[in-house]
């Protein structure tokens, strides 16, 4: 069983940064892929970002690559994702999410969520 809370969410102008944290429960985190996905009113959740466990392999999706970067820290139980160049598009629901199967990741189908944080860009 994984627990995930995200933090880090806010208002923040178009063109700035910012960093998402996720803090999961547990003593097997390491052994978790980890992912950050996203939903925007009246559209479905999706991929944004994914590392597998060791944080040696990073996925992104197109509409985020280069502006967006997932790390972890396997001692802290922590994931992040660091957000650049924010433009009002990437206004969403952030969430985290988990499962030992990066492919089930990349589906949009880990086991285990977060409650979600908001992401709001203005312009």
């Known amino acids: 069983q994984v627990q995930l809370v995200e933090s880090g969410g806010g208002l923040v102008q178009a063109g700035t940064s910012l960093r998402l944290s996720c803090a999961a429960s547990?003593?097997?985190?390491?052994?978790?892929?980890m992912g950050w996905f996203r939903q925007a009113p009246g559209k479905e959740r999706e991929f944004v970002a994914a590392?597998?466990?060791?944080?040696?392999?990073?996925y992104y999706a197109d509409s985020v690559k280069g502006r967006f970067t997932i790390s972890r820290d396997n001692a802290k139980n922590t994931v992040y994702l660091q957000m650049n160049s924010l433009k009002p598009e990437d206004t969403a629901v952030y969430y985290c999410?988990?499962?030992?199967?990066?492919?089930?990741?990349?589906?949009?189908?880990?086991?285990?969520w977060g409650q979600g944080t908001q992401v709001t860009v203005s312009s």
């Open positions: 999410a988990a499962d030992r199967n990066i492919v089930v990741v990349a589906r949009g189908s880990p086991a285990y």
């Open positions: 590392i597998n466990s060791s944080g040696g392999s990073t």
């Open positions: 547990g003593r097997t985190f390491s052994s978790y892929v």
